[in-house]
């Protein structure tokens, strides 16, 4: 059974940083597209960015220059870097394995004065 674990959510402030990590079990990430959402309280779940196994990447538009994907094939996970924080970026992350219909229990991120 897949399991997708995510971690490094948090509170910061507007302009803000957080790194976020999924771990991913009981498959190889090698040869899978990976992907972040995100969902926002009473919202739905975003796409927010993916990445193929040769690390191109691409991103929604509220994305692109302040957020930056990367994954590790050997340790099997998948990071989002998140710069320039703002309040509308609150909400619970999740990571995601293509043609898995598998979720984490996602991380959360606040950002809030």
């Known amino acids: 059974q897949v399991q997708l674990v995510e971690s490094g959510g948090g509170a910061v402030q507007p302009g803000g940083s957080l790194r976020l990590s999924c771990v991913i079990k009981?498959?190889?990430?090698?040869?899978?597209?990976l992907a972040w959402y995100r969902q926002a309280p009473g919202g739905s779940r975003d796409w927010i960015t993916g990445i193929t196994t040769d690390g191109t990447a691409n991103y929604a538009d509220f994305a692109k220059g302040r957020f930056t994907v990367s994954r590790d094939n050997t340790k099997n996970t998948i990071e989002l870097q998140m710069n320039s924080l703002k309040p509308d970026d609150t909400g619970v992350y999740y990571c995601?394995?293509?043609?898995?219909?598998?979720w984490g229990q996602g991380t959360q991120v606040t950002v809030s004065a």
């Open positions: 995601k394995v293509a043609k898995f219909p598998i």
């Open positions: 009981e498959t190889e990430i090698y040869g899978k597209y």
